[in-house]
Every structure is written in C-alpha cells, then in structure tokens.
C-alpha cells in the first residue's frame, strides 16, 4: 500500500511539474512575442517617420539592431532592404502583411524559417506615397528556445524530482502509518482515519461474532471429546480425502499412535489390507463390517459412510474388541454339546434297561439291579440337571439374600450331610475353626459341600480332610485339605472349566457331573472372594477359598 501510495504521488507531482513547465514556457513565450511586437511597432513607426521626410537617406544609414527595414514600392517591388540588395529580392506584392498594409494600412504576420527553428514577425505599414515600410526581426522558436533551456530544465526537474520522491515517500509513510498500527483486537479502540469507522465497526462485529462461534465450536468440540474419550469403543473419524478428523483414545490405543495423527491419512495409523478394503467398501455402498484378530484379541469394525445431503463426507469406524462375547459364545457352544452329551448318556442307560425290562427280556433275579441302575442313573440326571440350574443363576447373577453366615455352622453341616459318604470311603472328615461372614447363605454351603465332597470321592480309603475356618482382621479364610489322588500340575488350572474332569471314569464312577468346581468357582466370585488350589499328586490337595471383610 505504502508503494502505491508513493507511486501515485510521485506520479502527480511529475505531472504537475511537466505540466507547469510547459504552461510557463507558453506563457514566457506569448510574453516574449508581445514584447516583440510593441517593440517592432514602436521601431517601425519611427522608420516611417523618418522616411517621409528623408526618404532612402534615411535608410541607407541607418543599421537598425536585430532588426531588417525593407521599403516596397506600390507595385510591390523591393525599393530597399537593409540587409539584401533590392534588385536580386523578388516582388513583395503577394506578402500577406504587405497586403494587408496596402489594404488597410497596416498588417502584421509572422512567418517560420524552413527549419523551423527561427520565427520571423513581421510589420507594415503604409506611407504617404503608397509605398509600405516593412519592419521585420527573427525569434528562436519555441523547440529552440526549449532546447536552449535544456539544461536549467534539466536541473530543475532533478531536483523537482528528487523533492516529489522524498515527500512522496513522507507523505505515503504518514498515510500507512496509523492503517499499519491498527490494533484488531479491539478495533473500536483504534483512533485513525474516520473514513474507516464504518469498516472498523463491522470488523469489531464480526470479530465477537466469531469469537461466539468459536466459543461455541469448542464447547461442542470438547462435548464431543469427552463422549468419546470415555468410549470402551474405539471411534475413528476420517474426512472424504481419507485423512484423520479426530480419532478417541481407545482408537489411539489400538492403532498405537498419538493425538498427532490427526490430519494424517489413515494408511499412516494402520496398513492393513482388509481394514482398506473394508474403508473402501464402505465409502462405496454405505457400510462394511469386518473382524480383525490383533495382540490376541478379537476385534470388531463397523464402517459407516458419514454423508451430508447427497454428498459423502468421510467414513466412520467405530472399533469394539468381542474378545470376551466370542469366548463367551465358544464356552456356551461347548457347555451346550457338553450339556446335551451328559445328559444322553444317562438316558440311553435308563432307555435301554427300561427296555429290556418292558420286553421280558430280564431274568426275574437280575431286575432288582436293574431297576437299582436306572434309579441311580435318574438320580445322576437330576443331580446334573440341579447342576445346571444352579449355574445357570450364578451366570445370570440373579438376586440373593445376604445375611450374616457362620461358616462352622455351615462347615459342621455340610460335614454332616457327607458322614455317611465319608464313612464308606473311611475318610476322616473334621472341622475346626470358625468365623462370620456376611454373606450368601446358600452359596456358601454350596462352596463346602462341593469342596468337602471332591475332598472325599478323590481320597484314599483311610485318608482324611481337614476343613478349616480362620479369621484375620481383613480376610476369613476356609481350606479344605485331603490326603487323596491329588492333581497333576497341568490339569490343575483347568479343574474349574465347566465339564472338564481330570479322570473322566474315576468322577463318573463316584457320581461326579464336572460340574462342581464351575459353581465353586462362580460362587466364590458371587461373594467376592478367590479360590486357588495346591496340590501334589498322590499326596493330596488344599482348595483354599479367602474372603476379604467388607
Ligand atoms: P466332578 O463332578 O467330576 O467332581 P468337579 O468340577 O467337582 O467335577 O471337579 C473337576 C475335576 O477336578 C474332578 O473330575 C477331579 O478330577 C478333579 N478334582 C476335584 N477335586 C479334587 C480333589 N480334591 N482331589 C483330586 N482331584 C480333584
């Protein structure tokens, strides 16, 4: 600005300036020439004057300065001239001050040298005797007298010039000067120009109404952040051109990158081709669905294309680990065929003795027995199917009563129900210890019954389990202790899997449905505590269940 400024004045004052030194020099030269003129009418008048009475006396001696006197004769002959011979000068009749002086009695012309470079002005006028005294004088013309001037001109426009450069310079740098110190911030506080109050007005406007919109941007912004950093679900935003719009931590977790990716194409996050592809699928026909194993987890991707109107504005992804509902679909699948596999078997049992006896086709002595074995086979299916149930509502963690538990009561109870199993299996079964517990009733005589049970069906004839209850000011601990078969250290992890068994006769043939440890386990964690188990083959196990004190 401060340039265009400068070159506009600059422009001005070398117009002006040429311009006044072209009017001055017209003007000079019209004064000049004025002056010229009296003077030749004041010089001719007197050489008339003196010809009439001297006659060409006269104007054999006079030498007239910067002047020539030529007296023509009526016919317009050259009778003298002061400077030429008359004889060799060609008649004068047709010149049009002659004329004019013949005519009226004076004229007046003026007349360019073939050069151009001298003017000649010209006067006449008419004497008593017809003739015409003509007075004439040469002035440079005005390209000459230019010329002539060339380097006062010259000097002139320099300074000229360089005076207009330095107050242009002045003049634009005082113009820009308080444009350049305009404080934005607050326009209205700004005192300059008052041509500019309109635009500083609506700037000042504009400003807090982007301010407002910011405000509000940013609160939306950080809404939006808060909703999905929160997220367990990775949120992915990517604009038309596939680069990143905003990504949530989850996200930022999975693919392993910082906030710093925002603005980056996707292929910098994540490489993968199936993802790409999917990216690709769902920018054409709308959405796609894709899962992804990654650090041995399962993934699922739902991708959405974002659109606006008719127009596609990006894709969403939103990223959801099934690893756990894709265990828990496996587990089901496998506790459903476990299910229905231990159930058939006890029913074909039952199927193909409740035939044979329904044919005749059992000796009278065998029936007995063969009733005795479907009884205990329909006593196996309902302990099965009690099983069942009872996991089934600790799987789906229904209410139940919680109350202060003596958990030796409950031990000396559950001790009591299996003194009869114990005493057929010549176990020791003892009790010691005792402590409260607020807890679930029924769940905790699950617990022991289930424990002390396996603690005698896995026991060596004349062997023992020592149930123990203590206490400490954080924790009430219960173990169950046998001198049985005890676990190898492989299987020892898995016994609480739904079904397994780690000698599938030995737990059949003692009435076992794999079942009991799952609803150990499960009702330990129903009451907030932790199992573990030690165990030394053929010298026996210690399940060890501890509860902290709420
Ligand atoms: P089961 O009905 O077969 O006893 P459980 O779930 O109670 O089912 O136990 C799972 C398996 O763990 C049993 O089949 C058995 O092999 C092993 N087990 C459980 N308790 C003991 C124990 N006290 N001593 C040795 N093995 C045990």
């Known amino acids: 600005m401060t340039k265009k400024i400068f070159r506009s004045i600059f422009i001005v004052a070398v117009s002006v300036l040429l311009a006044a030194i072209v009017i001055i020099m017209g003007v000079m030269y019209d004064y000049f020439l004025s002056v010229e003129r009296n003077q030749l009418r004041t010089e001719l008048t007197l050489a008339a004057q003196a010809v009439e009475s001297n006659g060409l006396e ?8 910067g002047c020539r006197l030529t007296w023509i004769d009526q016919d317009g002959a050259v009778l003298f001239d002061t400077q030429t011979d008359a004889g060799a000068m060609e008649n004068h009749a047709q010149r049009e001050e002659v004329q004019q002086a013949f005519q009226t009695g004076e004229g007046e012309s003026s007349r ?11 006067r006449a006028v008419r004497l008593s005797d017809g003739t015409v005294l003509r007075i004439s004088t040469s002035l440079y013309s005005v390209p000459v007298l230019l010329l002539g001037m060339l380097q006062p001109i010259c000097i002139i426009f320099i300074l000229a010039l360089v005076l207009s450069i330095v107050l242009a310079r002045g003049i634009s740098r005082r113009i820009v000067h308080p444009l350049e110190n305009i404080n934005f911030e ?23 109404q982007i301010r407002q919109q910011y405000t509000e941007l940013k609160l939306r912004q950080d809404e939006f952040n808060v909703i999905t950093g929160g997220l367990k ?12 719009v905003s990504i949530n931590p989850a996200a930022r977790r999975f693919f392993q990158v910082g906030n710093d990716c925002v603005g980056k194409d996707f292929l910098t996050l994540d490489r993968n081709p199936e993802l790409s592809r999917a990216i690709r699928e769902a920018e054409q026909s709308g959405k796609s669905e894709l899962q992804l194993s990654r650090d041995g987890h399962e993934y699922q991707f739902n991708i959405s294309r974002v659109e606006s109107g008719e127009e596609a504005r990006g894709v969403a992804i939103l990223i959801f680990d099934v690893t756990d509902r894709l265990l828990a679909e496996q587990s089901r699948r496998e506790f459903t065929a476990n299910v229905s596999h231990e159930l058939k078997t006890p029913l074909q049992t039952i199927m193909g003795s409740a035939e044979l006896l329904e044919n005749d086709m059992v000796k009278p002595e065998d029936r007995p027995r063969f009733i005795a074995h479907i009884r205990s086979e329909a006593a196996r299916l309902v302990t099965l199917i009690n099983d069942i149930i009872r996991l089934s509502q600790l799987d789906e963690n229904t209410e139940l009563p919680w109350e ?17 199993a114990a005493e057929e299996k010549h176990v020791r079964l003892t009790v010691c210890g005792s402590a409260r517990l607020y807890a679930v009733s029924q769940l905790v005589h699950e617990i022991l019954y289930n424990l002390c049970d396996n603690a005698i069906k896995y026991n060596v004839t ?5 149930v123990r209850i203590s206490e400490t000011d954080w924790a009430v601990t219960v173990s169950v202790a046998d001198t049985g078969v005890g676990i190898p250290p492989e299987h020892q992890q898995r016994i609480f899997e739904r079904f397994y068994r780690v000698d599938k006769s030995h737990s059949k043939a003692s009435g076992g449905t794999g079942l009991g440890l799952s609803i150990v386990k499960h009702a330990v964690q129903y009451l907030g505590g932790v199992i573990r188990v030690e165990s030394t083959p053929g010298a026996g196990s210690t399940f060890t269940v501890t509860f902290h004190k709420q």
Request: proline share 4%.
């Open 186 to 208: 607050q326009p209205l506080e700004n005192n300059t120009y008052e041509e500019l109050a309109p635009v500083l007005t609506h700037m000042e406007q504009q400003r807090r």
């Open 112 to 122: 360019y040298s073939s050069t151009l470079t001298e003017k000649t002005l010209y």
């Open 462 to 466: 004349g062997g023992s389990v020592d």
């Open 58 to 65: 006269y104007l054999q001696q006079v030498s007239p300065d």
């Open 404 to 420: 202060m538990v003596d958990l030796g009561q409950a031990a000396q109870a559950e001790a009591e129900t299996l003194a009869q």
């Open 233 to 244: 679900e990775g949120l992915v935003l990517l604009n038309d051109a596939g680069n990143v």
